[in-house]
């Protein structure tokens, strides 16, 4: 049983963003968020609160069938970061024309599992 997090449509580039996720995909919970905390990104702050939302809901008794799993009994299972739908803005250039400006957006989503169920497995 896995524990998810998402936040979709966050207004940064994917391509930020999947460095980041490299990094934490494949440690420790409380391990990813040390890796987190001293990285200088804008992204790092996005990828860290959805981090610690997967670990809150991992924590949340009610969801869990009255268990409460430790962050550093959990384990980054998956860390994705797709490409969202794009903001198409205008930019006036010379003699009249127009170039178009992506905005790119983004949908990060971690996904935990805790250490007990991948050595059962």
Request: hydrophobic share 40%; proline share 5%.
């Amino acid at each position: 049983m896995g524990f998810k997090a998402t936040h979709r449509f966050a207004r940064i580039s994917a391509r930020k963003v999947r460095p980041l996720a490299d990094l934490v995909r494949g440690r420790y919970a409380d391990e990813a968020l040390e890796v987190l905390k001293y990285q200088p990104h804008r992204g790092a702050r996005m990828l860290e609160k959805v981090l610690r939302s997967a670990i809150g809901n991992a924590q949340d008794p009610d969801q869990n069938n009255g268990r409460s799993y430790a962050p550093e009994r959990l384990f980054v299972v998956d860390a994705r970061v797709d490409g969202g739908p794009m903001f198409k803005r205008i930019r006036p250039r010379a003699r009249g024309m127009a170039y178009g400006i992506l905005r790119r957006t983004s949908h990060i989503s971690v996904e935990l599992a805790s250490i007990d169920e991948l050595v059962a497995d």
